[in-house]
């Protein structure tokens, strides 16, 4: 069964300052990795997906096979970075499921 | 643009009621989808339809029961509301080609008391 980890529920980092929200992923096939973000008082929306290799907002994330990770960076944080974060994991095929993280929850101090 | 409403932001039950939530899409999707979003345990799904009619199980269906009658609506019904169903519930949708961005509604919080 797949399985995703995001080990820190918190995270607060200093404006400026690098931020990597981590995340791990347990799956047997080819799996497809992706950030969800929930800014305050808005609704959950996609960040980016590792296929596509795009950097959004200045947040990259790489799909790491052997280590099963797919960590979310960006070099600079901002304040409005602050939000709610889950990595998500689809398993493809007529599955339409996705498979969420518990989420963490990136604060970015001024 | 995409919008998925839910039918009510915040809503108060008493325990034993039965609880229907709504959800409504415009965008011709074939997917939708309902979450539970608990603090500390993330997102988990409930159930998903991928077509009229047409729903499957997700990892915490217990308590729960879906319709879908026609595509752009995907109700989601608490027969016996209990109150470790206190909750943010969120529907989303998707479309079968891009199944995997899933676009979400504001959410319902309901209190079960």
């Known amino acids: 069964a797949q399985r995703v980890t995001q080990p820190e529920k918190l995270l607060s980092v200093f404006k400026g300052a690098p931020v990597e929200l981590k995340c791990n992923y347990s799956?047997?096939?080819?799996?497809?990795l992706f950030w969800y973000v929930q800014y305050s008082r808005q609704r959950l929306q996609l960040l980016l997906r590792?296929?596509s290799r795009e950097s959004i907002k200045g947040f990259t994330a790489d799909l790491n096979k052997g280590e099963t990770s797919f960590h979310l960076k960006k070099p600079f944080a901002q304040e409005e970075d602050s939000a709610m974060y889950y990595c998500?994991?689809?398993?493809?095929?007529?599955?339409?499921?996705?498979?969420f993280g518990k989420g963490t929850l990136l604060t970015v101090n001024p | 643009d995409v919008k998925v409403t839910q039918s009510s932001r915040y809503l108060v039950k008493r325990t034993g009621e039965k609880v229907f939530l709504e959800c409504v899409q415009d965008?011709?999707?074939?997917?939708m989808f309902w979450y539970r979003q608990d603090p500390g345990l993330g997102l988990r799904l409930i159930y998903f339809?991928?077509?009229?009619?047409?729903?499957e199980k997700g990892d915490i269906p217990e308590g729960y029961s879906v319709s879908r009658e026609k595509k752009e609506r995907f109700s989601l019904i608490l027969e016996s509301a209990s109150t470790n169903q206190t909750s943010m519930y969120l529907c989303?949708?998707?479309?079968?080609?891009?199944?995997?961005?899933?676009?979400f509604g504001p959410g319902t919080r309901l209190t079960v008391t």
């Open positions: 965008m011709d999707h074939e997917n």
């Open positions: 339809s991928y077509d009229v009619k047409m729903k």
């Open positions: 998500a994991l689809n398993s493809g095929g007529s599955n339409y499921k996705l498979t």
């Open positions: 799956y047997s096939g080819s799996p497809e």
């Open positions: 590792h296929i």
């Open positions: 989303a949708s998707s479309f079968v080609g891009v199944s995997y961005e899933q676009y």
